[in-house]
């Protein structure tokens, strides 16, 4: 689900590029953040809340709060919503069916 067209805005894409969530291909844009690419995808949860497990995604869209971390390339606690999408990534959720004992 992307926006073709818009009344006012316009729309300059990269190139279309390959990354892998949870082992899976999926397409994307060059310039376009992680957390995008993944919407686009119809990719809405990212991780549960550790408790709870309560869906995770993104919530600020800025870098301010932790809903959109995920691993990436090896990396956890990434900010996808503020990550730029490269050709190649490896995206993968976390915390989801994780127990905690109390």
């Known amino acids: ?36 690419a993944l919407y686009a995808n119809g990719v809405f949860k990212f991780s549960e809340s550790k408790k709870l497990h309560r869906p995770r995604g993104i919530f600020c869209a800025i870098g301010h709060c932790s809903s959109c971390l995920m691993t990436v390339d090896g990396v956890p606690n990434v900010r996808t919503c503020i990550t730029p999408l490269k050709d190649g990534m490896r995206i993968e959720s976390e915390n989801i069916g994780v127990e905690i004992n109390e």
């Open 1 to 36: 689900m992307r926006i073709q067209n818009h009344p006012i805005l316009s729309f300059n894409r990269g190139n279309q590029i390959k990354f892998y969530y949870n082992g899976k291909e999926l397409i994307g844009y060059e310039g376009e953040t992680i957390a995008a």
